[in-house]
């Protein structure tokens, strides 16, 4: 992969920054040598080697999914300060443009 021009301009725009040109040079050569470790990693032999799903050792144990005593939906949406009721669902602020 080369980190070039329009790659570091679509990851500014993605994250929503406005690098200097000189942060920019900056951020190349930072990227450059980032892609430069990982690539070494791939000359590794990892087939006998198992993935790591915990740091620690210890396993999460989790409980069993149970049913349980819950208000219907009509109930819930009385609750709610702008609800849509044809629809049944609650009506919240856009996050996403």
Known sequence: MTVDEA???R???LSR???TP???ARLQKDLVNILGMVEK???LD???VQPLRYVTGVENVLRP???GNHIDRAEALNNAPDADVE???FRVPRVIE
Do not use: I, N, V
């Open 7 to 9: 790659l570091l301009s």
């Open 11 to 13: 990851l500014a725009k």
């Open 17 to 19: 920054l406005s690098p």
């Open 22 to 24: 000189q942060q920019s």
């Open 41 to 43: 990693l791939d000359e």
């Open 46 to 48: 990892l087939e006998a």
């Open 65 to 67: 999914d149970e049913t």
């Open 87 to 89: 629809g049944g669902f």
